[in-house]
């Protein structure tokens, strides 16, 4: 069971850009395929993060307000927000240990 949530253009903002924790967001889409690489990276590190970090998904495709909002112009695009705010984000297929160092840089 997967703790990743979906975010869409109508939750983003109660979501991701109102949320008390740091929030983890996936901006990928069906046809991309490094995205299905980072896909199950995503949804370990909800589960490892569970209470810490919200983790969530928005499928570009579906959803083409918060994409177009953040500038997402290639996926997978990794954006972690911390107060409404983009405090980092990862463009690319990366490593889960890559992905791991920087939200634990937003949790001290």
Excluded at 21 to 26: E, H, K, M, S
Excluded at 87 to 103: E, F, M, S, W, Y
Aim: net charge negative.
């Amino acid at each position: 069971m997967s703790n990743t949530v979906e975010f869409t253009d109508s939750n983003f903002s109660e979501e991701v850009e109102k949320s008390s924790t740091p929030v983890l967001v996936d901006f990928w889409a069906e046809w991309c395929g490094p995205c299905r690489m980072v896909g199950p990276i995503v949804d370990e590190l909800a589960g490892e993060y569970d209470g810490k970090v919200k983790v969530g998904k928005v499928n570009v495709d579906h959803n083409p307000e918060v994409s177009v909002k953040y500038g997402i112009r290639s996926i997978p695009a990794l954006m972690i927000f911390k107060d409404g705010e983009v405090v980092d984000q990862i463009i690319g297929a990366v490593p889960k240990t890559h992905i791991k160092k920087q939200l634990d840089a937003q949790l001290v």
